[in-house]
Every structure is written in C-alpha cells, then in structure tokens.
C-alpha cells in the first residue's frame, strides 16, 4: 500500500539464498526486483522506507547504516497503525500473549463484538486491516515494538517480563523498555501488579488499571482486578466486588488466573460487557501446548506445555502446577543464551527429576548445579520412557521445555504433538 495514492517501486530483500516461496513471489509479483543473499547496503541506501520484518533486527549493520544516513525503518505494527483506524487491545509480554488474546477474541465473540485477533498470532497484522471489524485484538512480540511510534490502542498491557530473546538484546534492560512502547500512546495502561519490572512502565499514564493474584487495594468496584477470599473460597474480583470463583474455571494454574484477570482489565477498557466477559471464561479451556492435560497413565499426570520456550515460562508452569506430590520435569533445546539459574528454586522443593533433551541440555545441568538429579535423553520419546521408569503414582511430568524448540523439532507445536504421541504410546 502507498500513503498518497502514488505507486510505489517495491523491492524485495531477503538474506536467505533460496527462501521459500521464492516462486510464488516471482509469479504473482513480476514486477518487484528481488534481492536475495547476504544483506546489499547499496540496496538499502537507495530506499526511501525499510518495513522490516520482526525476525530480522534493526541492529544489522546495512541497516543501521541505512537509518543513520535518514532512510526510514519502520515494521509491520508501524504500518499497521499509520493505515489503521478501528479501535485495537495490544497485549505484548514474555508469557501469556497467545492465551489472552485467544480470550479476549471469545469474549468480544460473546458479546456480539466483530473482533479479528492476529498479530504474532494467526493472521498477520498486515492481512487483518483488510478485514472488516470493529475491534482489532493484537499479540505483539518485543521484535515487532522495536519501531512502534504510530500505535495508539484503546487498551494495551505488558503481561510480565522475564529474560527472553538475549540473543537479540545487549540487555536485559533493552528487552524490557522495548515492550514498554506498547504503552507510549495507549488510552488505558493495564499493569501487572505483581510485577516489579512491569510496575515502574506506568509512570505518566492517567489511566491506569491494574490485577493481581492478592487482594486488590481498594475495595471498591472501581479498584483493580484480583483474587479475595469470600468464606473460604476464592473469588476473582474487582475491588471488592465477587466477579467468578476460581474454582468455576477451567483454566489451571496461577499464571492463568493471571491471564484471566488480565483480560477482564483490557476487556472492560474497549467496552465488552461484564456479563459476556465472565461467560466465556466459565468455558475457556485454554490453548494447546500451555500447561495443557494430556493423560493419567498408571496413576501418573502428563501434562504438556511445550509452548514454554523461555525460563520465565517454566517457572510460572512450575509454580501452576498445583501438587503435593512429586513433579518430573522434561526440559531441553535452545537455550537463547537464557539464564537457566532461576530455574532451581522453583525446583527443588518437590522436582523428583529432571530430564533433559536438545542441543543446549548440558548448559542446563550446569546451571542446575545439582539441586535435583539429572537424566540425558536422545529424544522426546527416549525422555517420555525416562519418566515413565521414574515416575511414582501420584506423580506429574511436565514437558516445560524453557527452550526453543528448531533444533529438534519445526515449532513448538511439533514437539508438543510428539510428546503427546509418546505419552499415548505408553
């Protein structure tokens, strides 16, 4: 698309020699040069505007060049919002995007809400303003906020933030302020109360709501989301006011209650009633591969939460998990030069084991520095079998991998989808 009725001379750059879908492009768009290989900065010196995509970061040389020299870089949330004018919910965090949005999708479903969600999830952004909607529903990834200037959403929130992604930032620091610029020019901050690292992002904001896994600190009905204690039994609420008892959903695990009050937050700021909101979460089952059941065999719980692909994941999974038996954890991939010493408190206290695969499984153990004992597998079946040995009844395994998943696995979902396989092969 171009801002001004002009056609545009578009070129294609990509850095991969033969990438897919290499064809297609040729036949559908004759007309757009294409440059493929190693980064050309000549190519880019000779551009008016970068869109770049999120995968590819704006730190590479030829395009730091480019920017310094007054060519503009933008990514496709940029575009996006310079085009867009429907009302939008961003939702950004290092967990718990997919889920919330999925959620808040159902819940503008309920409510009669002609809503598209896409972003870093399902349909690409630049394909769902070609939708017709009235509330656009947003995951975005730290990757895709790295240019924002542009957005303005009706509410938007940083669900939480762990170490993800180092491979990419210099900091820790520079992970966490570049999901702050989901707030820049937000009407609603929705904020994580219970996060130290998210609280301080609200500064300058009037309108602030926030959640909690604890009381909220005001009582009334116009105070934050949490969870109160009403005759022993507990209840997510707003203020004071019982909205649904915890026990009447069907999410497990304390970082999905979190989710869920966090959608109920960014769902009242763009005007889906209360009602709807608590109807769909009474049946909301949650995603695949997130801290999803899988089966009971011989007295022992599978649960598979392949979609924990950072440290940060694993822990909140780990803490979820509400046993007091033993727990036997598969973990394993690539590490995303992730700090895997967090992990250990959350597992000593009751870890039987832990079963490691993939190509960073010896960094882990290092870190671990023995606080449970450690077994190697070849694979995810070879991991499965391990557990089944050392299980006890009572016992839960949890495959909550704190690692990507390409070295062994197309996403994931692969990985997920074969754990569940072997699990059902048991």
């Not at 310079?82 to 967990?95: K, L, M």
Request: charged letters at 20%; glycine letters at 8%.
């Amino acid at each position: 698309e171009n801002t001004h009725g002009k056609q545009k001379n578009i070129v294609v750059v990509d850095s991969r020699s033969t990438p897919p879908g290499l064809d297609t492009l040729a036949d559908e768009f004759p007309q757009v040069t294409l440059y493929c290989g190693e980064f050309d900065e000549a190519v880019f010196m000779g551009a008016e505007q970068i869109i770049v995509s999120p995968g590819v970061s704006l730190k590479e040389t030829a395009i730091q060049h480019a920017s310094t020299q007054g060519v503009e870089v933008i990514g496709d949330i940029e575009l996006f919002s310079r085009h867009n004018q429907t009302p939008v919910i961003a939702v950004t965090g290092s967990n718990g995007k997919s889920t919330v949005v999925t959620l808040l999708g159902e819940m503008a479903k309920t409510a009669g809400i002609n809503a598209q969600v896409g972003g870093n999830i399902g349909v690409p952004v630049l394909d769902l303003i070609h939708l017709n909607a009235d509330l656009y529903i947003l995951e975005l990834s730290s990757f895709q906020l790295e240019s924002v200037q542009s957005l303005k959403p009706v509410a938007a929130a940083v669900l939480n933030v762990s170490p993800d992604h180092m491979d990419r930032y210099d900091s820790y620091d520079e992970y966490v302020n570049t999901k702050k610029h989901i707030y820049q020019h937000c009407q609603l901050a929705v904020i994580n109360r219970d996060d130290p690292a998210v609280g301080v992002m609200q500064t300058g904001h009037k309108r602030v709501s926030g959640f909690t896994l604890n009381e909220p600190a005001s009582t009334s009905t116009q105070g934050d989301f949490g969870v109160r204690e009403f005759d022993h039994e507990r209840w997510l609420c707003k203020g004071g006011h019982k909205l649904i008892a915890e026990a009447s959903l069907k999410l497990s695990g304390q970082h999905n209650l979190a989710n869920a009050l966090a959608a109920l937050a960014l769902g009242e700021a763009a005007g889906i009633a209360l009602p709807d909101m608590l109807a769909t979460l009474a049946r909301f089952s949650g995603l695949e591969h997130r801290t999803q059941w899988v089966a009971e065999k011989n007295h022992v719980n599978w649960i598979n939460d392949s979609k924990g692909t950072n440290v940060g994941a694993t822990v909140a999974a780990l803490k979820g998990l509400k046993t007091d038996n033993k727990l036997i954890l598969i973990a394993g991939g690539l590490a995303k030069d992730a700090d895997f010493s967090v992990l250990k408190t959350a597992l000593e206290k009751n870890t039987r084991t832990v079963i490691l695969i993939g190509k960073d499984a010896v960094k882990i153990e290092q870190a671990l520095q023995g606080c449970v004992p450690v077994f190697y597998a070849r694979d995810m079946h070879e991991a499965v079998q391990i557990a089944q040995n050392l299980s006890h009844p009572g016992d839960t395994v949890l495959l909550s991998p704190a690692c990507a998943s390409f070295d062994m696995f197309s996403g994931f979902e692969h990985r997920g989808e074969i754990f569940i396989q072997a699990v059902e092969a048991l």
